[in-house]
């Protein structure tokens, strides 16, 4: 198996026919889908399409559809008038013939206007969907209507934007009333839109026999042959016919590994999204129940300062009276990590897959941040590197850590280092030797570039003590960098990265360091997955073959949390946002989804509104100065509702540290407390880990939430349902978000031949009848019986 790729994952999957085995430039990279807007040409760098050691060899075949030309690296294409929405375009390399899927995306055109006083001279429009430019998107003045205007094709989804006026001054649309805060104690305007594409086709995964596989074919229309396009990896098939509503695959008689299908409805009105099947060893994936690619990974997110403290010898809180104890270390260390893996608490818990914050030496005194107030801090959470080798004291040294991996390998766990490439501290060597790798800290117009991610996105400084690098202009930093990341990796053992602020950094940092993974670990799958605020096609844009493997979902939590929440919210809009992901990266992903983060306020903490979710107020100070606490037992209930949500729906689940018994938190530092452990824990706590525990070993036992597509049965305001179904197995869930008992009628015969059912949290055999009844804030998961 060599890096897996699913559309934005560079999870690569190996397929040979009986002429490309004799062949070793076989591309065994499976390609993602190209998204183009009509009348617009994209540019897409080589690597990101396909990595190779030679690309002399590759050639583009012209296409009736689309303006291709390929040259200097960079494929060019466009699509002609008329083109089809869903079609592919071609290339050969060493006498093979590759297909990539193609999707034109048309969006439904969204007006904006602005009318202000004699003083507004300039207004511009700004939000998720152009990773809040301020300046990209000015606005027309029209002298009839006496009003900025401008219209944006967008796709269906939400959106938060607001008005940049004057080149100054921020507001938020006055002519829209829906509004929701922001990180800086404000609001943002808030937008829906619908998806103008409403129908869907649904291949339901049937039986597989002799190389073929069985779909039933559940569609409000006839669907033909032609209204189909049909991809094994990287090769266009034709071997496939609909016989009485039912698609039949023929495959190669010889396949590797790891398979992959891509399934893309062309007919007019329907969702252009891929449906996926994955094939392990010539059979649908799942039939395995170990740890066999990346989708089966469950994520467990630590700050290693405040997980568990194994030794005692090495806490030395840095001494400082401006340091607040929540801002100082506080005696985590890797020998915490392993007394909790020799004891098997992640064994109980059922993670596969542990995520620590970074290693590297940190400063040994506070440094004061530069925004109001003013507050001092330590290094305690890693992100602070003084040190290109060197593993922070209070935590251990680098043989501990490669301890640390080796009993998790041994458990059979994976870990994922925290990599800092952004950034360094003022005291690392590199930028007291190197001062010309770095960004630059004073503007042109005397500004200081400190956090301006936007204007100055790859070079702005986090701090007045954290230079960013500029790669752009230092290939010296950059080889240096990439260099120390293969070094870590050789070093400890460790599986991957999880990559900070991947955005701030150039697209030729990670092609470099992609470049040098695949040269240095061919036999291991290294996985890497990003942090990145943004809108989709900026988070796309590194993930990728010649990039990222994955990147955290950010714009599903943000969407979810908002509708988990607040209950005027339409479960319709999480609905609509999950296509979306879906369009993007397809219905089976490898993307990064969460509930708590160290950067996000603790769930738990809006379900007791102690930080409210469309309240006014700073998120950071309430940390400070009135930190939540739990106090209604109906909010483990609401985590409990979401998390049976994440647990899933297609992606990889992040579960966040204390998010198994609860724990609370405002903004950081106080979402990053203590984690505390039985018997440290109350009533109410250790039934929550309880519950969280069956939920991820729901997940780890059946294959069908790990490789199964994902199927909307009904959606209304408050009820949820959908089915995550593959060759083996069908799980139906049902989610009801509110606070009241709720009676739906729901039409299961039209999916499924039996509706004898497993309660897979009661462990009851049911038989699924068109009423459900739900109580307030509940979950329901079945497994329908063989057939």
């Known amino acids: 198996?060599?890096?897996?790729?699913?559309?934005?994952?560079?999870?690569?999957?190996?397929?040979?026919?009986?002429?490309?085995?004799?062949?070793?430039?076989?591309?065994?990279?499976?390609?993602?889908?190209?998204?183009?807007?009509?009348?617009?040409?994209?540019?897409?760098?080589?690597?990101?399409?396909?990595?190779?050691?030679?690309?002399?060899?590759?050639?583009?075949?012209?296409?009736?559809?689309?303006?291709?030309?390929?040259?200097?690296?960079?494929?060019?294409?466009?699509?002609?008038k008329d083109a089809p929405q869903v079609s592919s375009i071609a290339f050969t390399f060493k006498g093979e013939k590759y297909f990539i899927p193609v999707i034109i995306e048309?969006?439904?055109?969204?007006?904006?206007?602005?009318?202000?006083?004699?003083?507004?001279?300039?207004?511009?429009?700004?939000?998720?969907?152009?990773?809040?430019?301020?300046?990209?998107?000015?606005?027309?003045?029209?002298?009839?209507?006496?009003?900025?205007?401008?219209?944006?094709?967008?796709?269906?989804?939400?959106?938060?934007?607001?008005?940049?006026?004057?080149?100054?001054?921020?507001?938020?649309?006055?002519?829209?009333?829906?509004?929701?805060?922001?990180?800086?104690?404000?609001?943002?305007?808030?937008?829906?839109?619908?998806?103008?594409?409403?129908k869907n086709i649904v291949f339901m995964p049937d039986n597989f026999s002799n190389n073929r596989l069985y779909y039933r074919i559940i569609s409000t229309d006839n669907i033909s042959k032609d209204d189909l396009l049909i991809f094994f990896n990287n090769k266009r098939i034709n071997s496939y016919k609909i016989v009485d509503s039912r698609l039949i695959i023929n495959l190669e008689n010889n396949l590797s590994k790891v398979g992959y299908i891509r399934i893309f409805c062309r007919k007019k009105a329907y969702k252009k999204y891929p449906y996926i099947t994955v094939l392990y060893n010539g059979k649908p994936a799942g039939y395995v129940q170990d740890f066999i690619t990346w989708y089966d990974a469950i994520i467990y997110s630590l700050v290693t300062d405040r997980f568990c403290n194994g030794d005692s010898t090495n806490d030395n809180p840095i001494v400082d009276s401006k340091l607040n104890i929540k801002a100082n270390y506080h005696g985590g260390d890797f020998q915490g990590l392993i007394n909790k893996i020799d004891e098997g608490y992640f064994d109980s818990l059922g993670v596969n897959v542990l995520w620590i914050s970074p290693v590297n030496d940190n400063p040994n005194k506070a440094y004061q941040e530069w925004p109001e107030p003013h507050r001092y801090f330590s290094g305690y959470h890693g992100y602070w590197p003084i040190s290109a080798t060197r593993v922070e004291e209070h935590f251990g040294d680098l043989e501990l850590l490669r301890n640390l991996i080796t009993k998790a390998h041994n458990h059979n766990k994976k870990i994922l280092l925290d990599f800092v490439s952004n950034h360094v501290h003022i005291e690392h060597p590199f930028y007291k030797k190197h001062k010309n790798?770095?960004?630059?800290?004073?503007?042109?117009?005397?500004?200081?570039?400190?956090?301006?991610?936007?204007?100055?996105?790859?070079?702005?400084?986090?701090?007045?003590?954290?230079?960013?690098?500029?790669?752009?202009?230092?290939?010296?930093?950059?080889?240096?960098?990439?260099?120390?990341?293969?070094w870590w990796l050789k070093q400890t053992g460790a599986d991957g990265f999880r990559h900070d602020a991947v955005k701030h950094v150039p697209y030729k940092f990670w092609r470099t360091l992609k470049k040098k993974l695949d040269i240095n670990f061919k036999n291991k799958d290294i996985f890497q997955i990003g942090e990145t605020f943004g809108d989709y096609n900026l988070i796309r844009s590194y993930v990728n073959n010649g990039q990222l493997s994955s990147q955290f979902n950010f714009n599903?939590?943000?969407?979810?949390?908002?509708?988990?929440?607040?209950?005027?919210?339409?479960?319709?809009?999480?609905?609509?946002?999950?296509?979306?992901?879906?369009?993007?990266?397809?219905?089976?992903?490898?993307?990064?989804?969460?509930?708590?983060?160290?950067?996000?306020?603790?769930?738990?903490?809006?379900?007791?509104?102690?930080?409210?979710?469309?309240?006014?107020?700073?998120?950071?100070?309430?940390?400070?100065?009135?930190?939540?606490?739990?106090?209604?037992?109906?909010s483990y209930k609401k985590i409990q509702l979401y998390l049976a949500y994440m647990l899933t729906i297609p992606g990889i689940p992040v579960i966040y540290y204390g998010d198994e018994i609860g724990m609370t938190g405002a903004a950081d530092p106080d979402n990053r407390r203590d984690m505390r452990f039985y018997p440290n824990i109350s009533k109410e706590e250790f039934e929550h880990f309880n519950i969280v525990k069956k939920l991820i070993k729901i997940r780890r036992d059946n294959s069908a939430l790990r490789y199964g597509n994902f199927i909307k049965i009904y959606c209304d305001k408050d009820i949820l349902a959908y089915a995550r179904t593959d060759f083996y197995q069908t799980i139906i869930v049902i989610l009801n978000k509110s606070s009241k008992d709720k009676k739906v009628t729901i039409d299961f015969g039209r999916y499924f031949l039996s509706t004898k059912c497993k309660d897979l949290i009661t462990g009851n055999n049911v038989i699924l009848n068109n009423m459900v009844e739900m109580p307030g804030f509940s979950y329901k998961i079945f497994k329908i019986n063989q057939k």
């Open 106 to 198: 048309y969006n439904k055109k969204i007006h904006f206007e602005f009318k202000g006083d004699s003083s507004v001279k300039s207004v511009s429009v700004f939000g998720s969907f152009n990773n809040w430019n301020r300046k990209s998107l000015p606005m027309n003045y029209n002298p009839e209507t006496k009003k900025y205007e401008i219209d944006l094709p967008l796709a269906p989804g939400s959106y938060e934007y607001r008005f940049f006026i004057n080149n100054k001054k921020e507001a938020i649309d006055p002519l829209n009333p829906d509004k929701v805060p922001n990180p800086f104690g404000e609001y943002n305007s808030y937008l829906k839109i619908e998806d103008v594409n409403k």
């Open 556 to 634: 599903l939590f943000f969407t979810a949390k908002n509708v988990f929440l607040k209950e005027q919210e339409s479960f319709k809009t999480l609905l609509t946002e999950l296509y979306k992901t879906f369009y993007y990266y397809g219905t089976l992903n490898l993307m990064g989804n969460i509930m708590d983060s160290h950067d996000q306020v603790r769930y738990i903490a809006y379900c007791e509104n102690d930080v409210p979710v469309d309240g006014n107020v700073d998120p950071i100070e309430i940390g400070w100065n009135n930190p939540p606490k739990v106090d209604d037992a109906l």
């Open 437 to 486: 790798w770095f960004g630059t800290y004073d503007l042109p117009d005397g500004r200081k570039n400190i956090r301006l991610w936007d204007e100055y996105r790859l070079t702005t400084w986090f701090d007045t003590f954290l230079p960013s690098f500029d790669y752009i202009n230092s290939d010296s930093a950059l080889e240096t960098m990439t260099d120390n990341a293969i």
């Open 1 to 80: 198996m060599r890096k897996i790729l699913i559309f934005l994952m560079s999870f690569i999957f190996i397929f040979c026919s009986e002429s490309s085995e004799k062949n070793n430039n076989f591309i065994n990279q499976t390609i993602n889908h190209i998204i183009l807007k009509p009348g617009a040409t994209k540019e897409i760098f080589i690597q990101d399409i396909v990595v190779l050691d030679d690309y002399q060899d590759i050639e583009f075949i012209d296409n009736e559809d689309f303006d291709i030309s390929y040259g200097d690296s960079v494929l060019k294409i466009s699509p002609k």
